[in-house]
């Protein structure tokens, strides 16, 4: 019997619970869409790629869209149990609320495995594969988005301009370069020949000119200066191509906890960038754990009795996340600026709402109202004044 009403509750967190997993994944996903479609159509990225781009990026979006999924498919799940009385069915026929609990607490389990595994393996993997990815549709997209006798400006302070491109050929001819980096001085390169050489290794592409000359002009016009060369590197910086990939070590969300570990400790660290990295590492187990309080939330808060059970468990479910991710995103700036310690910044929030989730569920399994509570100790309060 009892396996029988855990499975009736699983599938009535489970069912919501994809639903609202794929919408808000799909809403995150949305806020990147301008992205892709500007590497569709002004870049000519292949569709293939593009897919392979939204694949790397679920993995950090779903970090973040499963404990919210699983907060409101609790609260709307025991929310409709409670408006069509099933819970006090339950209660009366000899089910305590613990027991009501089981399902939701498996669910919470098998979410807070699922994001762990996401937060130290998947998410570090697609981040760092997602930065290779945009490097090679960089490198490809640098030499096809050049064609000759057009001026190019997808290369930062670079206006790029190619008199002839042979067919089948990797180098260019009749090349000129007006090279605007340098503030009120301006440089004019010209060569006979230029190569885009791409470095996979250090996520670098340079511009190679053979043959050539600089002819720089002073802002007032006044002083004029040549320099031959027989070989001439230039960096290209390409942000404004495609995206920025400007290092080539991995940063903090690129490293699983072992790998950050072995970074901090690196000698010669500045004391933010190991505040950082601690941050980055305490992340990685209090993310996924928010889904065991998240649950332990949302079953005393959905068993109250509203008519309007999804707009409820939405609302209820906006304000307790928004709690939660405003509590953390302050205790991780008070941690990256050193006024608190780090374990400290990022664990605040959490053991906060996991008492608060314990009291919580708590006082619902002994039929504790808090508000009860409440006035009871104000009035016995007032008479003893």
């Not at 992205?35 to 292949?46: E, F, H, P, R, T």
């Not at 057009?150 to 042979?166: C, M, Q, R, S, W």
Request: charged content about 20%.
């Amino acid at each position: 019997m009892r396996k029988i009403i855990n499975r009736y509750i699983f599938k009535e967190i489970a069912y919501p619970f994809i639903i609202i997993l794929f919408i808000l994944t799909f809403v995150l996903l949305m806020g990147k869409i301008l992205q892709i479609m500007d590497l569709v159509i002004n870049k000519g990225v292949s569709v293939f790629s593009i897919v392979k781009i939204i694949f790397f990026l679920l993995p950090s979006f779903m970090l973040f869209t499963v404990p919210i999924a699983l907060l409101i498919a609790i609260l709307i799940a025991m929310g409709r149990l409670s408006a069509d009385n099933e819970i006090t069915a339950l209660k009366t026929s000899g089910i305590s609320l613990m027991q009501i609990y089981y399902p939701v607490a498996v669910a919470s389990l098998i979410t807070f495995v699922f994001t762990i595994f996401t937060s130290y393996f998947l998410v570090p993997q697609s981040n760092f594969a997602t930065k290779r990815l945009l490097f090679n549709i960089i490198q490809q997209n640098a030499t096809i988005g050049i064609k000759e006798k057009v001026f190019n400006a997808d290369f930062k302070g670079f206006l790029f301009y190619a008199e002839k491109i042979p067919d089948n050929k990797n180098y260019m001819e009749g090349v000129i370069v007006s090279d605007n980096r340098m503030i009120g001085e301006q440089n004019t390169i010209l060569a006979k020949r230029a190569y885009l050489v791409s470095d996979p290794e250090s996520m670098k592409v340079k511009l190679t000119l053979e043959d050539g000359s600089i002819h720089t002009v002073s802002s007032d016009l006044k002083n004029y200066r040549k320099i031959d060369f027989k070989s001439y590197d230039i960096n290209l910086d390409l942000s404004t191509a495609l995206a920025s990939i400007d290092e080539s070590s991995k940063s903090s969300t690129e490293m699983t906890a072992r790998e950050l570990l072995a970074k901090m400790k690196k000698p010669g660290l500045d004391p933010a960038a190991i505040r950082e990295l601690v941050i980055e590492v305490h992340k990685k187990f209090t993310i996924p754990l928010s889904c065991i309080f998240f649950s332990m939330l949302a079953l005393p808060l959905g068993i109250r009795s509203h008519r309007s059970v999804k707009s409820r468990g939405f609302a209820v479910g906006l304000i307790v996340v928004s709690l939660y991710y405003l509590l953390r995103i302050g205790g991780e700036a008070f941690a990256e600026t050193g006024y608190i310690s780090p374990a400290f910044g990022v664990w605040a929030p959490s053991l906060i709402f996991a008492l608060m989730g314990t009291c919580l569920l708590y006082m619902a399994n002994k039929e504790i109202s808090f508000f009860q509570k409440a006035n009871d100790f104000f009035t016995r309060g007032n008479k003893n004044n």
